[in-house]
């Protein structure tokens, strides 16, 4: 598997609001889309950063904190490897994305590249988000 570089970045939080102030006001993070429970804020280097909140649905599986996502090239091979190895998939894949689980027993995802970016745009069927 050839992972190309840190692709995404989400949160599961009870303090959606508050971090959605830091990532503005402190970190000055343009936020691109915004709507109830969910927020996306963009790197400028194209990547994405997001924040659910904590009744946003089908996050439940972000339970152990900030969720990682690493770039790949190419999804379905990766994915295929993660299956090899034995590692717990969490759902089916998105169209650019598979969350797993890690031995550490932190939750993780693979993201497809494209044109050497992370393709972040629609992965949740919202803005952006996985």
Known sequence: ???TGLG????RTGEADALADFYARVLGLRLIHEEPGFRVFQLPDGSNVEIFGVGF???EHFDTGPVAGFAVRDLA???AELRTAGVELLGESGPTWQHFRGPDGNVYELVVVTGG???VSGESGEAGGS
Request: aromatic letters at 6%; hydrophobic letters at 55%.
């Open 1 to 3: 598997m050839e992972i």
């Open 8 to 11: 995404w970045l989400g949160v």
């Open 57 to 59: 649905a089908g996050k």
């Open 77 to 79: 091979a990766a994915v």
């Open 117 to 119: 970016r992370p393709d």
